[in-house]
C-alpha cells in the first residue's frame, strides 16, 4: 500500500493510506479509518507503534477519503531517527566522475549520514544554498527500516525493511564559503569539505509517500528517471546498484542499530548535473519518479539569509 503524510485540519501530520489511480488519488486517514489502531501523527508514529499498527493500516482499502489535491502532502517523516546515504553505488556514475570502476571484492560501501533539517516535502521549493553556487541533483530509492536490528545477516536484511520511498539526494559541488582556509587542506579535510555539500536545508527531499514493501518484492528490479526542466538527465535501473539494499541494510547494522523510521537513500545512477558542468538555479523543477513508487517533484527556490 502506499502510505502518505498529510497535514490535518489542526495543523498536525497524520498518516493516509493512498488509493486511486495516479491523477486521481485519494486520501484515507489512517488513524480515522482504524478506531485510534494507528496513532495520529507521521509514518515514523505508525512504525514506532509497532508491527501490529502497520498491519492495521494495511487493511484500510477503501472508505471515505479526500482528494490529495485538497491537502498539504508533507514528507513521510519529517525527522527520521537516521538518514544514511550510499555515495559511489553506480559503476556509471563513478565513471562520469573521472574514477576507475569499484572493484567490490576489496571495498566496502562509502555510507554517510545527512541532518534531518534537510528533509523537505514532495513539492515544497528548497533553497539555493548560501555557501555554493553548483546545486545538483541525485535520484534514489529510498529504504525505510520497520524494526530494531544489528549485525542483521545479509538473507535477512530485507526482512527489516517497511517501506520504499524516493529521495533526492541533492548536493553542493564545489564551496563559496565566502572565507578562506589558511592552510593546504589534507585528503581528511577534503572529505569534509565533501560532506558539506550534503548537509543544507532541503537537500533530502522525500516522498511523495511511502510504498509498503509487500508492494515491491525485489527492490533491486525497479527502473527510474530524473528530469530537470521536462529534460531526462538520469534514465537507469536499481539493478545497477553496486550494493543492493540488503548488502547496504546489512553493512550498517554492523555499526550501529537500525530502528524503526530509519532511512537509506541507495546511491544515485549516472546523470547528475556535475558531469556536464551543469547546475540548478532559482526556478527549475525536478522530477524523480522509481517505477512502483511515484513521483517526487522539487521545484528550487532563492536562498534563505535571514537569521534566526
Known amino acids: 500500500m502506499r502510505i502518505a503524510t498529510y497535514r490535518g485540519a489542526d495543523g498536525a501530520p497524520r498518516t493516509a493510506a493512498v488509493v486511486g489511480d495516479a491523477g486521481a488519488e485519494q486520501l484515507i486517514d489512517l488513524h480515522d479509518a482504524t478506531n485510534g489502531a494507528v496513532p495520529a501523527g507521521d ?41 544514511l546515504a550510499a555515495a559511489g553505488n553506480y559503476q556509471a556514475h563513478i565513471l562520469e566522475g573521472g574514477a576507475p570502476p569499484v572493484d567490490k571484492s576489496n571495498k566496502v560501501p562509502k555510507l554517510f549520514l545527512k541532518p534531518s533539517t534537510s528533509v523537505a516535502a514532495p513539492g515544497e521549493s528548497i533553497p539555493m544554498p548560501t555557501t555554493s553556487s553548483t546545486m545538483d541533483w541525485e535520484l534514489e530509492l529510498g529504504v525505510i527500516i520497520g524494526k530494531r536490528g544489528r549485525n542483521i545477516p545479509l538473507d535477512q536484511a530485507l526482512e527489516y525493511v517497511a517501506a520504499y520511498t524516493i529521495i533526492n539526494d541533492v548536493s553542493a559541488r564545489k564551496a563559496d564559503w565566502g572565507f578562506t582556509v589558511e592552510r593546504n587542506p589534507s585528503e581528511w579535510d577534503l572529505f569534509f569539505d565533501w560532506l ?63 530502528e524503526p523510521g530509519d532511512m537509506i537513500a541507495t546511491g544515485t545512477p549516472a546523470g547528475v548535473g556535475d558531469a556536464s558542468g551543469t547546475y540548478l538555479a532559482v526556478g527549475d523543477v525536478m522530477e524523480g519518479w522509481v517505477e512502483g513508487v511515484g513521483t517526487l517533484v522539487t521545484p528550487v527556490g532563492p536562498s534563505v539569509t535571514e537569521t534566526i
Request: net charge negative; hydrophobic share 50%; proline share 9%.
Open 196 to 258: 558539506n555539500g550534503k548537509w543544507p536545508d532541503g537537500f533530502a527531499p522525500t516522498g511523495p509517500w511511502a510504498v509498503t514493501a509487500d508492494e515491491i518484492p525485489d527492490p533491486q528490479a525497479l527502473k527510474m528517471w530524473l528530469k530537470v526542466n521536462g529534460t531526462v538527465h538520469q534514465d537507469a535501473s536499481t539493478a545497477d546498484m553496486i550494493w543492493g539494499c540488503a548488502e547496504l541494510i546489512s553493512f550498517a547494522s554492523r555499526f550501529m542499530t537500525l
Open 43 to 83: 509514518l515514523l508514529a505508525l512504525l514506532e507503534a509497532g508491527p501490529a499498527a502497520l498491519a492495521a493500516a494495511k487493511g484500510v482499502t477503501a472508505g471515505a477519503g479526500v482528494a490529495i489535491g485538497s491537502v498539504e502532502l508533507l514528507a513521510p517523516m519529517a525527522r527520521p531517527p537516521k538518514l
